[in-house]
């Protein structure tokens, strides 16, 4: 097939999952065309089947704002059109699934029939979507698409609570390359750390507010009031100057490290021991699902998807969200019984193995050929 995707060129996990997605298929042989305003970050090797798109705009003086979605459908008609595609898949509801029907009806007036599939991330749904100023057109744009994914269970029914839609959504969930993100002997590196056999701790986020990482420092806090242990902090944005501000009023900065936006997030995670995500919204929590990968516990909070991934009690523990207390008690718990560590690291990667992504890469196969399939008929 000739798939075009588009999506956000970010380390968010939108753009990771499209992004990787998109190599898998590549692998298989089908032709991708990534289309978007700067290439991808996991986008970073040749590959023959690979071809990348740039979105690029004037903005002109009368524009306040550059007009991204109108230059985001012309390319989308463009690429469609000179490079034959069978289909686009867009990932994030805003504003690539409005790009796409504004695509898809410049095309019908070519005769050429493009059908669009959406894939509904998370806050596209339960934050900006949500915003009066956008929830009519994000309805339209779902309803309008050919096929539509969520992530989750729990973001599908977000979908359909936020949302007057009657439309069909298949959950294909998020996945893990188990070769990309794996447990490796790295103790010299954790020695580097932890130079005292300190057990580490590993939060990674793009540190906006609905993560939480304030709770992180908190949780962190009561654990180092009762035994030493070490912080790692991977990723940047808006809610870091609060966190460094509050590891700086709690004294305990000289325990914590803010290593900013990371590419080998897999070599960090496989020294950890353990693994924070005290999101109070979160779709899916791939970034629980990389360190489960790395044999790596969690301690998260029960919100959207995440016990859909985090089995309590098994994999890790979950605790409502901003429970800092429950937290740092699970997470002493695990730290303090090196038998029951060792089988939750266990359980963790046999959870992991679930999302492998050559288990998930045939359903989003199956769903293309699908959606193709009732177009066919239709035409």
Do not use: W
Request: aromatic share 8%; glycine share 6%; hydrophobic share 40%.
């Amino acid at each position: 097939m000739r798939i075009g995707i588009v999506c956000y060129p970010t380390f968010g996990g939108s753009g990771v999952v499209a992004t990787e997605l998109g190599k898998a298929l590549a692998d298989k042989g089908h032709q991708i065309h990534f289309i978007s305003y700067k290439q991808p970050a996991r986008l970073n090797q040749f590959h023959e089947n690979i071809t990348f798109h740039d979105v690029s705009f004037t903005n002109y003086p009368l524009f306040e704002f550059p007009p991204y979605e109108t230059a985001l459908a012309s390319k989308i008609v463009d690429t469609a059109k000179f490079s034959n595609l069978d289909l686009v898949h867009v990932h994030y509801a805003i504003p690539h699934a409005t790009s796409a029907f504004l695509a898809k009806s410049i095309l019908k007036t070519h005769g050429i029939h493009l059908p669009v599939i959406t894939t509904l991330h998370g806050t596209d749904i339960t934050l900006v979507g949500k915003d009066s100023t956008y929830t009519p057109v994000v309805t339209f744009s779902i309803m309008q698409s050919d096929g539509v994914t969520a992530v989750s269970e729990s973001l599908k029914q977000d979908t359909y609570n936020n949302f007057n839609i009657d439309k069909s959504i298949e959950v294909i969930p998020n996945f893990i390359d188990l070769e990309a993100f794996q447990k490796h002997d790295k103790s010299h590196f954790k020695k580097a750390i932890a130079p005292n056999g300190e057990p580490i701790i590993i939060h990674t986020s793009n540190f906006r507010k609905v993560k939480r990482v304030e709770d992180v420092i908190l949780v962190f806090k009561n654990i180092v009031s009762e035994m030493p242990a070490k912080l790692l902090l991977i990723g940047d944005g808006p809610e870091r100057k609060n966190a460094e501000r509050l590891c700086r009023k709690l004294e305990n900065c000289e325990s914590i490290r803010f290593l900013g936006k990371q590419d080998a997030v897999g070599e960090l995670l496989a020294v950890a021991d353990l693994f924070i995500l005290p999101s109070e919204s979160e779709s899916f929590g791939l970034a629980a699902l990389e360190a489960m990968a790395c044999e790596v516990p969690v301690i998260s909070s029960n919100a959207g998807g995440i016990p859909e991934i985090n089995i309590h009690g098994e994999t890790g523990f979950l605790s409502n969200v901003g429970d800092v207390d429950d937290m740092a008690k699970n997470a002493l718990t695990l730290l303090k019984d090196k038998t029951l560590k060792q089988q939750f690291n266990k359980n963790a990667l046999k959870q992991a193995h679930q999302f492998d992504i050559n288990a998930i890469l045939p359903k989003y196969e199956q769903f293309y050929e699908s959606i193709l399939e009732g177009n066919s008929a239709l035409v």
